[in-house]
C-alpha cells in the first residue's frame, strides 16, 4: 500500500501503475475540490446532514466507447433507471462518443474510451451542498489537491 493524493492516484492510473474502477475515478476529481485534508474535514462536517442521493449509473454503448450518464438533469438520462436490473435495458448507438457529447449541452457523466482512458464531464448543479469532481480527463491530471 501506497498513499496518493487524488492528483498522484490518478497520474499512476494514467501510466497503468494502478486501476480503479470509474466511480473511484469520479471520487478522486471530487477530492480535487480540496487543497487539505483539514479543508475536506471542515467540508464534510458542514455538509453532513445535508443528505444524499442514490445513483445509478446508465452506461450507453457508443460506437468506440462507453459514457456513463448520472443523475442530475443530464439530457441522456432516463427518468426511471433500471435501479435492480430486473429491466435489462442497454442503451446503445453507433454514434461515437464525441458525437454524443456535441448533442447535449448539460452534462454528468463519465467517458470510458478504454479501461485506462477516462473523464468526467460535469456541468450541473451537485445536490445537497455537495461538490462536483473537478474534470479531470485521465491522460491529463492536472489539479491542486494536497491530499
Known amino acids: 500500500l501506497q498513499w496518493s493524493s487524488p492528483p498522484e492516484a490518478i497520474e499512476r492510473f494514467n ?12 471520487e478522486l476529481c471530487r477530492l ?12 464534510s462536517s458542514d455538509r453532513a446532514l445535508e443528505g444524499c442521493e442514490r445513483w445509478m449509473p446508465v452506461m450507453v454503448t457508443a460506437s468506440d466507447g462507453y459514457v456513463q450518464l448520472l443523475p442530475g438533469r443530464d439530457e441522456l438520462y432516463p427518468e426511471d433507471p433500471d435501479y435492480t436490473g430486473e429491466k435489462k435495458v442497454i442503451m446503445s448507438t453507433d454514434k ?25 464531464y460535469v456541468n450541473i448543479q451537485a445536490k ?4 462536483n469532481p473537478v474534470m479531470i480527463n485521465s491522460h491529463c491530471s492536472d489539479c491542486n489537491s494536497r491530499l
Open 32 to 43: 480535487c475540490n480540496f487543497s487539505s485534508l483539514r479543508e475536506l474535514h471542515q467540508f
Open 15 to 26: 501510466s497503468q501503475e494502478i486501476w480503479f474502477a470509474p466511480p473511484q475515478f469520479y
Open 128 to 131: 445537497y451542498k455537495h461538490k
Open 96 to 120: 461515437k462518443v464525441e458525437d454524443l457529447m456535441k448533442e447535449n449541452s448539460v452534462f454528468h457523466r463519465i467517458v470510458i474510451k478504454n479501461i485506462n482512458n477516462l473523464a468526467v
